[in-house]
């Protein structure tokens, strides 16, 4: 077993693609996909199993996986202890679809200024998207919501609190129920709506909203945050978003009978060795999270959202 073999196995379940893991390590797909064999083959099982789409693990890829992470791990805190510290650690963070990028980039900007030997690579997707590839181990943490329907946290996993975050209706400030300091359930029926449709706690609504028997006029429907607040600023309709995701020009109120709340968490899981991993926990642990909310004079949106 040689430790190339290693970054290809972890390459290729990373990336779920011969083709795209060969590009990751640059090197060819036949010279990946003959690293791969001789790793199967040296092992005695079949690690990936090849008949699908996408290229996945077998549980005997699964059980392997964790060793190559810890042989991984291991050999970057060896060059680290040993003075190699030119060579970048890698760590594979998982984000939530809506996580507006200038927030990831001031983030993102703070961790590489503090930890220039750390790279960082990105996955965005739904919280039970991010909870899958965690149980995968596709990445070494999330940022996730757990609690909203389909995405419970899976108690194997660590995790620390960042934030809460609070639903809110927005709308545009010159709307009827802008003059309020409060709106309430019924006045949603018939309502001109905006949907979000990554919101992770939109099962939650619906199931609300069906049992009351109130249903909103939905006049536009978007994957995309910044769409759903244009047209709200716009007076297109109103929409729900979490608390900190602000605009200029918007009204938020609660909404009584919606009193969703939400942690913010990392997640990880407890046995991950990526020696980053220490690094990235402290730096979101100090992280500001409330910097930008304090801008809001100057015309920032908040940067966060489901």
Known sequence: MELYQIRYF???VEQGSFVKAAEKCFVSQPTLSSGIK???DDLGVRLFDRTGRTTTTTSAGDRFLSHARTIAAEMAAARVSTGRSDQETELVLGVPRSLPSEHLARLLASFQAANGQTL???RDGTAS???HWLQRRRINAAIMAPGASGSALDPAFDHQVLFRSRLMLAMHEDHPLARRNQADLPQLDDLRMIG???????????RILKDRHIRPRVVYRTDRDDFALAGAQSGLGAVLVPHRL???GLKLLPVRGLDMVRDVLLVRHPDDGNPALPLLTEHLGRFDWQARERSRSAGEGLPWAH
Do not use: G, Q, T
Not at 199 to 206: A, K, L, S
């Open 10 to 12: 972890l390459a290729l």
């Open 120 to 122: 960082v690579y990105l």
């Open 38 to 40: 001789k790793l199967e």
């Open 129 to 131: 998207e991010l909870a």
């Open 196 to 206: 979000r449709n990554h919101c992770e706690f939109m099962p939650d609504i619906r």
């Open 246 to 248: 602000r605009r200029r």
